[in-house]
């Protein structure tokens, strides 16, 4: 009976190695057939100031498309180039992406920001990128970067930024 159950346990751990394997197969094909497209905004260092109730807000409006899906991945870094943060949501018209970073007085004053906005290649996102200082015991909101791509990104085209740069990004493939 013991040799039995062994037996089992046995031919069950190759099936579902085998199935295993067989899906990290799939899924490297899947994404290698289909690579990711977008663009990457990183902002110069910023200064904040720190209280109980204030904090940097990034928000990532897309205007393009219904049909327009992407991800977005911000991370903050300190002066010396810490990542102080990192968070990941997805953006889609009418449903924008929303991070908030505390500034305690632990955080750093001088931060940075690298925002990678990424999806499916052929439908290229037309996203607002805005880094504002929120403080919520004077009830005050001011902002700290603006980006905008425009709608034609054919050729050489400038993006609206202040303060920051735009590259394109390929992710896979």
């Known amino acids: 009976m013991l040799r039995q159950r062994f037996l089992t346990s046995r031919t069950g751990s190759k099936a579902?190695?085998?199935?295993?394997?067989?899906?990290?197969?799939?899924a490297s094909s899947i994404g290698a057939q289909e690579p990711l497209t977008g663009f990457l905004v990183q902002t110069?260092?910023?200064?904040?100031?720190?209280?109980?109730?204030?904090?940097?807000?990034?928000i990532?409006?897309?205007?393009?498309?219904r049909s327009v899906t992407s991800t977005v991945r911000l991370t903050v870094y300190g002066p010396d180039d810490q990542v102080v943060m990192r968070d990941e949501a997805p953006l889609q018209r009418g449903q924008p992406a929303l991070?908030?970073?505390?500034?305690?007085?632990?955080t750093p004053r001088l931060l940075r920001f690298s925002i990678a906005i990424f999806g499916v290649t052929g439908r290229n996102s037309q996203a607002v990128v805005e880094v504002e200082d929120v403080d919520e015991d004077r009830?005050?909101?001011?902002?700290?970067?603006?980006?905008?791509?425009?709608?034609?990104?054919?050729?050489?085209?400038?993006?609206?930024?202040?303060?920051?740069?735009?590259?394109?990004?390929?992710?896979g493939g």
Not at 99 to 106: A, E, I, N, Y
Not at 158 to 169: A, E, F, K, Y
């Open 16 to 26: 579902a190695l085998t199935c295993a394997v067989l899906w990290l197969m799939a």
């Open 44 to 58: 110069g260092l910023k200064t904040f100031l720190a209280s109980p109730r204030r904090s940097a807000d990034v």
């Open 60 to 65: 990532v409006t897309e205007l393009g498309g």
């Open 99 to 106: 991070f908030r970073f505390r500034l305690t007085s632990t």
């Open 139 to 171: 009830f005050t909101i001011g902002e700290r970067f603006s980006c905008s791509l425009p709608a034609n990104r054919e050729g050489p085209v400038t993006p609206l930024c202040d303060g920051g740069i735009v590259n394109d990004i390929t992710i």
